[in-house]
């Protein structure tokens, strides 16, 4: 079963408009959530990560919002450009030494102009 | 800047065959790992490794086989390909510490087709 569920699976908006990405996770163990970007034919990038001890991490116009008690967050994209249509996978990882992440199954946005 | 490269980026394989996917980082990372993406499924785990010598079990590892020659190597080997394992698929490197996982750098990806 998938630990890590986002939704929508896709969205569309507007440029200028908020974009808002959900994420919800079952392993309480997680507590490192990085957000990646994937822009066709390429892999993953990272884009922004908090911690569990955070509830909020913003890097320009990206912004998460992490709610641990209920195990959700999301990803806001303020002020939405066509050079943000991509596709965004939430991932979680319990930390350790093997680092390995979990992810969502994305959710592709479109920015039109 | 970090690198890894993925080969080949495009395979065709018949079902039965034995495929290897290569893949080099020139980043001086421990972790290496091997994900598959489908659409509806995001990006799925089949094998880490830690460091040269090493390979371990991810979250779907039936029918693939890993191999860490050296630090900057890591393969994914089918070697009875089904058309189920039709999919792309990614290598990454890492380098952990103790406590907390930090970024993972992506290759461009392997598109494999099993006819």
């Known amino acids: 079963q998938q630990q890590v569920r986002q939704s929508p699976q896709s969205l569309t908006v507007w440029e200028g408009e908020t974009a808002i990405l959900n994420c919800s996770y079952e392993?309480?163990?997680?507590?490192?959530f990085p957000w990646y970007q994937q822009f066709p034919g390429e892999g993953p990038a990272l884009l922004i990560s908090?911690?569990?001890?955070?509830d909020k991490k913003e890097d320009g116009r990206f912004t998460i919002f992490f709610n641990k008690r209920e195990k959700k967050l999301s990803l806001h994209i303020t002020d939405s450009q066509p050079g943000d249509s991509a596709t965004y996978f939430c991932?979680?990882?319990?930390?350790?030494?093997?680092?390995?992440?979990?992810f969502g199954e994305g959710t592709q946005v479109t920015v039109i102009s | 800047e970090a690198a890894v490269t993925q080969s080949p980026r495009n395979k065709v394989a018949v079902t039965g065959g034995k495929v290897t996917l290569s893949c080099n980082q020139t980043n001086n990372h421990n972790n290496m790992y091997w994900y598959r993406q489908d659409t509806g499924h995001g990006l799925r785990l089949i094998h880490y490794s830690y460091g040269a010598g090493s390979t371990e079990k991810g979250d779907i590892p039936d029918g693939y086989k890993a191999s860490r020659p050296s630090q900057e190597n890591f393969s994914l080997i089918l070697e009875l390909a089904t058309p189920s394992q039709t999919s792309v698929y990614f290598c990454a490197s890492g380098r952990t510490g103790s406590f907390s996982a930090e970024t993972l750098y992506f290759g461009s990806g392997t598109r494999l087709t099993v006819l």
């Open positions: 991932a979680a990882s319990s930390g350790g030494l093997s680092g390995k992440l979990t």
């Open positions: 392993d309480s163990t997680f507590n490192y």
């Open positions: 908090i911690r569990s001890v955070s």
